[in-house]
């Protein structure tokens, strides 16, 4: 097989990355292209819900409370997400889970569908300190389930541990999101 070379004009021009700063080729040629990574996205929501030790009281298994629904830009498009909390655990068939907490992410529109991103939740101590109990990495197919932890943390945990997690008797949950940026590629 033998190769020819194509005469044109040399290129001389440069390109923008996809972060926006100008990029050259690092050699005179005749084309060329440049495959950046756009910034990551990393987004934090916190809620508090009062008279939390009542609620793991009185809340029967399986019944949730929702937050507000939070939007996150990412890579120019909002994305919309909420939080459940089952302040005595939420049902799953043959797992107890009453006795704990439990908390999920869900999506809250189809712009949050199909993207990869990693996700933490914990809480935020009496001394405003951040103290992670579940993590991972997951991507929404649908938006009829969400994802998280049955177990998230026990109420005995809750009430007795040295890590002070219902200051007032408010849980402060907070939920850590990062989003990779995406590979772009310009010619």
């Known amino acids: 097989m033998s190769s020819m070379a194509i005469s044109s004009p040399r290129l001389r021009g440069s390109k ?6 100008m990029k050259k080729p690092p050699v005179e040629a005749t084309a060329w292209c440049y495959t950046g990574t756009k910034e990551d996205t990393n987004f934090s929501f916190a809620w508090t819900i009062e008279n939390f030790g009542r609620k793991m009281d009185a809340y029967k298994n399986g019944e ?11 890579e120019g498009e909002e994305t919309a997400w909420k939080l459940e909390c089952f302040p ?22 189809g712009s949050a569908i199909n993207r990869q991103f990693s996700f933490a939740i914990g809480f ?3 001394e405003c300190s951040r103290v992670m109990k579940g993590k991972g990495d997951h991507c929404f197919r649908d938006n009829q389930n969400g994802w998280g932890w049955l177990k998230l943390v026990t109420h005995q945990t809750l009430r007795f541990a040295n ?3 219902l ?13 990779r940026g995406s590979e772009v590629t310009t010619s």
């Open 64 to 74: 949730c409370i929702t937050s507000d629904t939070f939007k996150v830009e990412v």
């Open 124 to 126: 935020v101590n009496e």
């Open 88 to 109: 005595n655990g939420k049902q799953k068939t043959g797992e107890d889970t009453a006795g704990a907490v439990s908390v999920f992410l869900y999506p809250a529109t």
């Open 16 to 21: 923008r990355s996809s972060l926006g700063k």
């Open 167 to 179: 200051p007032n008797d408010c849980l402060n949950i907070l939920c850590v999101m990062k989003f």
């Open 163 to 165: 890590d002070k997690l």
